[in-house]
């Protein structure tokens, strides 16, 4: 499996973000044919260290080529181009793909 995870750091207008985010972006990319799982943690409570974000976003795929073909994809591109809007609210957004291995 491959997991795609955005860190959002706390928006400047939470209200305009979370209504975007959750009426826009997220049925955007829930169309993704390859995605199979889409889940957001809020409230984090830091175990070491700073607060790592106000809320994160963890999109699961099959295998690395199953996200490269979504991300790839005129939806895909879409997608991307949606969460550029986002920054309108949420300035600081880091995200990072790995693969993912169950023990």
Same mark, same amino acid.
Do not use: G, I, S, T
């Given at each position: 499996m *491959?997991? !795609?995870? =955005?860190? /959002?750091q706390t928006p400047t207008d939470v209200e305009s973000?979370?209504?975007? /985010? !959750?009426? =826009?972006? *997220?049925?955007?990319?829930?169309q993704l044919p390859g995605l199979r799982r889409y889940t957001v943690s809020r409230g984090p409570s830091p175990v070491r260290g700073p607060d790592p974000c106000y809320m994160m976003a963890e999109l699961d795929w099959d295998d690395m080529d199953s996200l490269?073909?979504?991300f790839a994809s005129p939806l895909g591109q879409d997608a991307a181009r949606d969460l550029d809007k986002l920054t309108a609210w949420c300035p600081t957004i880091h995200s990072t793909i790995f693969e993912v291995e169950e023990l």
């Open positions: *491959v997991r !795609f995870l =955005v860190m /959002y973000f979370e209504n975007h /985010y !959750f009426e =826009v972006h *997220v049925p955007l990319a829930k490269r073909q979504d």
